[in-house]
């Protein structure tokens, strides 16, 4: 069996997180934006556990800000147990593994759930129509390995939910939209805040598995409509599930 150290080496060589994660920032509130989008990457596992951020100066050009900034959003970060520094020739910032427990669902959130639904409605139904007009071959085979992961994981949520978020974006990523890609990812992120207080049994993922590969389908043969009916009823699927099973508020 593999131990922490091999675990945390492979999760670390996963694949590149998306360009959205590093996307530029804007000036006016380029320390918040910063913060935001890495957490959010680490939350929805784009920045696997274990896995090291790119050097400073290589993620201070992408994301178009100061170092300054920058070293003032890792150490936000750091405080929030997020990220920790290493120190030495093999140093760096790297993404806590575990990452800090998660606080229990806000009345807030429960009060409003449905329209987070509705703006990932809003959002997905144009990837579907837009991936199918748009996608390339290279971005359906990548679509088609994540699938199979996504059969492979699941007895393991966790798991199961990281490669769920990666098809997702990977998606918005086929439209060439940098704004619908931006857009899906903090979606992603609002939905991951309500996904992670339910429970998922295998039956549920293999069903929604099901949809992603009639969805994926849809899209390698262009037909924009059937993709849209496909996610349509996949993102319903998913709001039934999330009515099921949500505290009340």
Same mark, same amino acid.
């Given at each position: 069996?593999?131990?922490?150290?091999?675990?945390?080496?492979?999760?670390?060589?996963?694949?590149?997180?998306?360009?959205?994660?590093?996307?530029?920032?804007?000036?006016?509130?380029?320390?918040?934006?910063?913060?935001?989008?890495?957490?959010?990457?680490?939350?929805?596992?784009?920045?696997?556990?274990?896995?090291?951020?790119?050097?400073?100066?290589?993620?201070?050009?992408?994301?178009?800000?100061?170092?300054?900034?920058?070293?003032?959003?890792?150490?936000?970060?750091?405080?929030?147990?997020?990220?920790?520094?290493?120190?030495?020739?093999?140093?760096?910032?790297?993404?806590?593994?575990?990452?800090?427990?998660?606080?229990?669902?806000?009345?807030?959130?429960?009060?409003?759930?449905?329209?987070?639904?509705?703006?990932?409605?809003?959002?997905?139904?144009? *990837? +579907?129509?837009?991936? /199918?007009?748009? @996608?390339? &071959?290279?971005?359906?085979?990548? #679509?088609?390995?994540?699938?199979? !992961? $996504?059969?492979?994981?699941?007895?393991?949520?966790?798991?199961?939910?990281?490669?769920?978020?990666?098809?997702?974006?990977?998606?918005?990523?086929?439209?060439?939209?940098?704004?619908?890609?931006?857009?899906?990812?903090?979606?992603?992120?609002?939905?991951?805040?309500?996904?992670?207080?339910?429970?998922?049994?295998?039956?549920?993922?293999?069903?929604?598995?099901?949809?992603?590969?009639?969805?994926?389908?849809? *899209? +390698?043969?262009?037909? /924009?409509?059937? @993709?849209? &009916?496909?996610?349509?009823?996949? #993102?319903?699927?998913?709001?039934? !599930? $999330?009515?099921?099973?949500?505290?009340?508020?």
């Amino acid at each position: 069996m593999a131990g922490p150290a091999e675990r945390r080496g492979r999760r670390a060589s996963a694949a590149s997180p998306p360009d959205a994660v590093f996307a530029p920032v804007h000036s006016y509130t380029a320390f918040e934006e910063t913060v935001d989008r890495l957490a959010t990457a680490i939350k929805l596992g784009l920045l696997a556990p274990g896995s090291r951020l790119p050097a400073e100066r290589q993620l201070c050009a992408r994301l178009g800000i100061a170092r300054s900034t920058l070293r003032q959003a890792l150490t936000a970060l750091t405080q929030s147990g997020h990220v920790f520094a290493v120190r030495g020739r093999r140093g760096g910032t790297f993404v806590s593994d575990p990452q800090p427990p998660a606080d229990p669902p806000s009345a807030q959130m429960l009060a409003h759930w449905r329209d987070t639904c509705d703006q990932r409605l809003s959002v997905e139904l144009g *990837v +579907a129509v837009l991936a /199918a007009e748009r @996608a390339e &071959r290279e971005d359906i085979a990548v #679509l088609e390995e994540l699938i199979d !992961v $996504l059969e492979g994981s699941l007895e393991d949520f966790a798991a199961y939910r990281q490669a769920d978020v990666r098809l997702h974006v990977g998606l918005a990523e086929a439209t060439r939209s940098p704004r619908l890609i931006q857009s899906a990812t903090e979606v992603q992120g609002a939905m991951t805040d309500l996904i992670a207080y339910i429970a998922h049994p295998p039956e549920v993922l293999a069903s929604s598995n099901a949809q992603h590969r009639r969805l994926l389908a849809a *899209v +390698a043969e262009g037909d /924009a409509m059937l @993709a849209l &009916r496909t996610m349509a009823e996949h #993102l319903q699927g998913t709001e039934h !599930v $999330l009515a099921g099973l949500l505290p009340d508020a």
